[in-house]
């Protein structure tokens, strides 16, 4: 069975300004096929890096190299900016972290979710309107039917990252890449959106990438995890076994998590001599 993502050898470096180079994701491999797969690590570990390489949103100036970087069997090294173009929306949809600067304050929300579909299909007017109104449905939003109308700033957080999803999957893409998609909102909507965004997946075949530094969240609701650190791959595995890795980073990731049994106790801090050392 070929594989939906395959990942080999990744490397993206960005050249620096003593004319060397700054390694920001270092021999990344990977493959993944219709499942749930989180990647986790700190801020910098090159996570949403590497989702935007798969997405064509990689930095101008990231110098990219793979011995293999394909999704649906499409290698991506070679595409050129009509074929990212073809590629965004139709195989792959990008969840970005906060709707508020994702979506395009001057356009109604009935436009923004139809826009992928004016660029990938030839369809009706009609139909065009009725798939985006079953999108808004599919994603929990009240009277899609009044919705359409609106703009970003009459919605809530909870109700703009809904729409960014509906966006995403109205052309039925293949992966969704969600970085970070609950970021942005207040901790009684975090499950929530997330519960919604897996359910739509799941329902539909497709292969999701969670990008987050939550992971507790990806232990919930991914099949596979990766674990970055520095730009490098550090540990894989079942999501669910993540509170029992043995590994040195992910292991004090996991216990470093503030919650209401660690209240008033130091929590602990990471070695990272002890980690360098370990990899």
Same mark, same amino acid.
């Given at each position: 069975m070929t594989d939906l993502v395959a990942v080999e050898n990744l490397a993206i470096s960005f050249p620096t300004a003593d004319g060397g180079r700054f390694e920001a994701v270092r021999n990344l491999s990977f493959a993944m096929g219709a499942e749930k797969l989180g990647i986790v690590g700190e801020s910098g570990s090159g996570k949403s890096l590497t989702a935007l390489t798969l997405s064509g949103l990689a930095p101008r100036s990231a110098i990219i190299t793979a011995d293999r970087l394909e999704v649906d069997g499409r290698d991506l090294r070679g595409f050129s900016p009509g074929d990212w173009a073809a590629y965004r929306g139709?195989?792959?949809?990008?969840?970005?972290?906060?709707?508020?600067?994702?979506?395009?304050?001057?356009?109604?929300?009935?436009?923004?979710? *139809? *826009?992928?579909?004016? &660029?990938?299909?030839?369809?009706?007017?009609? *139909?065009?309107? *009725?798939?985006?109104?079953?999108?808004?449905?599919?994603?929990?939003?009240?009277?899609?039917?009044?919705?359409?109308?609106? &703009?970003?700033?009459?919605l809530s957080g909870g109700m703009g990252q809904r729409v960014m999803i509906a966006a995403m999957l109205v052309n039925e893409p293949k992966l969704l890449i969600a970085d970070e998609p609950t970021s942005a909102l207040d901790e009684a909507l975090r499950e929530q959106v997330l519960e919604l965004l897996v359910g739509l997946v799941e329902s539909r075949g497709m292969g999701l990438i969670l990008i987050s530094h939550d992971l507790a969240q990806v232990a919930r609701h991914c099949d596979r995890a990766l674990v970055m650190y520095r730009g490098r791959l550090v540990d894989s595995g079942r999501a669910a076994d993540l509170p029992n890795s043995a590994n040195l980073y992910t292991s004090t990731l996991w216990a470093c998590r503030p919650s209401a049994a660690t209240h008033g106790h130091l929590l602990p801090t990471l070695d990272r001599a002890a980690i360098e050392a370990s990899l």
């Open positions: 139709a195989t792959t949809g990008l969840v970005m972290q906060d709707p508020r600067s994702a979506l395009n304050p001057s356009l109604t929300i009935g436009r923004q979710v *139809e *826009e992928s579909l004016r &660029y990938h299909h030839r369809l009706p007017a009609r *139909e065009r309107r *009725e798939r985006v109104l079953a999108g808004l449905d599919a994603v929990g939003l009240p009277d899609p039917k009044t919705l359409v109308g609106l &703009y970003p700033h009459q």
